[in-house]
């Protein structure tokens, strides 16, 4: 394996292992919360047992977030050393800004999971509530971080090297709104949904069981507006790409020829050689019109752009429409829920409800790591998109492969364990019959 | 070299969160290897008593590492990059510590013995989370000592920079030497000596008082041979170190200042002044990381990367200055209330 692959396979691997405990660490406090505020406002002691279970599960998730993320800020360097002594001084303040608010974080968390007793209700549920906002304040802080390598700005690039650096211009990159919103949303849809799906499935089996019933409200509240909010902010950040990263976005499409009112690629496989995406079903106009709101606007194709300067066209085409798909379906559920909510149903009724939020469950995850590819493996072969490429920022260091294979071990084992204990929580649900809820 | 700019107070913030990690973060590893060695009649309960200790707040101790790599990838970033490069190997087995360590007490936290099972599988995996919790806690410390004995020694110079340009001699030889053993060891003593200082204070029993204070003592008695055995090493091995450690500037007042405060922390033991023993052990503590400090100033990375050299823009500098001051605004009175919530009533004498 060579070590340029080596190193970016393992960053790829922590990445896509780090979000997801991340993401959980921005949508469980929420969860915990609002379960603990109706605990309060209630007097039902289902929603006390709610907050405790999910604040148990918030537990061991944050800590493989934290120690996982410790990995990350390591291996900026240890993998990408070039890019970093670039890139540092221009975008290190948002990185240090999420230190503070990883720091708030840990503090609240440690107070909340062990201060049931210590301190007063109200105290209680406002270190919940701290937890859950820097939670989402860490979210804001990476993604701009992230954002900045998909726009640079803040500085000009002379010889090789950055000058008239302005750390406060980087922190305002053009892709950062975006970015930054649908990925505190991918947090809320995907944790709210996951935990919605687990209860669901619960009340599949036991349908009187009111405390699988609490939960599934509670998560549907915070994962179902998220998925409908979702597909329009992605949207926003496509038409986003399709002006700073034509390349990106017609690599996405698997758009080859540059066109007028071209079309819209669903599904297909893109065949880089031949320059042509076959058996893909097209719909006529539809990426000049998603792209740039005008049925005829020419959209730039892949063929336009130096070979060099492509992303690997398949993965991301790929990606992109699993996390499209998937997506909508999240997306469509969620209204429906919502929809039954509103009218105050009993969602229990609607068995194909339940099934429909089971089948959901894992897709928020799914679609999270196919829009990290999207963006990520979408803006190769740069690592600071048009500055700095991939293949230059990697560490001298050889016999990447290592580390790549020690750390992918390692992250499997510790992911088999906290699906396990998870898995051994959830197993474990109390049984409340429904004439003590009312 | 006069004044003090941006550049040096940034340096200082660096050693401030260094020197927080080690006194926080270094007990929270130390307490990992007290539950290691834990024996005698009341075992289970100096291991109950190290888990109550830390769970509420080992995550905000371990963010003062992250505060630390950022600072220096912001605003030192030749440094940083150097020092990932040549201590690409010591620093990914450390990482691999930290995840296990983390993770391991965690899940013993949260899912073992206290949370329902007293025996049956659930207690046994939890015991098994318990060693992979206390091992990686012995681990982690010599390894991040052998990275920082490797900058004090002046080996790590750019790669390729040297000439010969092998594997070992750029990416191994530098950092695996027996001074750099020598402070990973030192490092490894010194967290278990602030634990078991720190324990004394929080135990309530005071038959688990007295186990703590004799590891204590020990653990002190073991810091001072081990201590000398590095600076003896760093005479022989690493001329610069040895020569800013004796003879630099107040470093005589200083090596005079942290045999003081090792005394000092022996005989609050000694008379069971708990918590007068731990202001010394935190204070001889850190009066060595500053010790190293003042040792290479003001090279960050001798023998070629200086504090003012490596800096990066003045911009940059500035900024994360007020992002510190804004940062603290927040963190100081959240770190208060943390402490004052989980560490007040049950203090010692």
Known sequence: MPDLLAARSQMAMSLGFHI??????????????????????????????????????TAILFAVGAVSGTVLSFELGLLWPTFMEHAGPIIGMPFSLEGFAFFTEAVFLGVYLYGWERISRRAHLAAGWAVAVSGMLSALFVV???AWMNAPTGFRWVDGRAVDIDPIAAMMTAAAPTQVVHMILAAYASTGLVVAGIHAGGLL???????????????????????????LVGDQSARFVARSQPVKLAALEAHFPTQRGAPLHI?????????ETRWAIEIPYGLSLLAFEDPHAEVKGLLDFPRGDWPPVAIVHLAFQVMVALGSFMALVSLVALWQMWRRRDLTRHRWLLRALVLTAPMGFICTEAGWVVTEVGRQPWIIQGVMRTAQAVTPMPGLVVPFLVFTALYVGLGLVVAWLLYQQVARSPKVAEEDAA | MTGLGPAELVAGAILAALTAYVLLGGADFGGGVWDLLAFGPRKRQQRALIAEAIGPIWEANHVWLIIVVVLLFTCFPSVFA????????PLALMLIGIVLRGSAFSFRSHYGPG?????????????????????????TPVLLGICAGAVAAGALRAPGASGSGGFVATFVAPWLTPFGLSVGLLTLVLFAFLAAVYLTVEARDPALREDFRRRALVAAGVVFLVAFGALGLSLREVPPVGRGLTTGPGAVALHVSTGAAALAAIAALWWRRFRLARLAAAAQVTLIVWGWALAQYPYLVPP????????????TLVLILWALVAGGLVLFPSLVYLLRVFKREHAGP
């Open chain 2, 304 to 315: 070629d990367l200086t504090i003012r050299d490596a800096a990066a823009p003045r911009i």
């Open chain 2, 82 to 89: 150097r020092l990932a490069i040549t201590l690409h190997i």
């Open chain 1, 144 to 146: 701009i971080a992230n």
């Open chain 1, 20 to 57: 997801i405990f991340a993401m959980v660490g921005i949508g469980m406090p929420l969860l915990m919360v609002m379960a603990e505020r109706r605990w309060q406002r209630t007097g039902d002691r289902v929603y006390l047992e709610l907050a405790h279970r999910w604040g148990k599960g």
């Open chain 1, 267 to 275: 599904g297909g496989w893109p065949d880089e050689a031949a320059g």
């Open chain 1, 205 to 231: 089996r036991q349908p009187r069981n009111g405390f699988h019933r609490r939960a599934l409200a509670v998560a549907l509240l915070v994962g179902a507006p998220a998925a409908v909010l979702q597909p």
């Open chain 2, 115 to 139: 949370h329902g099972e007293e025996t049956g599988p659930g207690a046994r995996t939890s015991a098994h989370w318990g060693r992979v919790f206390a091992s990686a806690s012995v681990g």
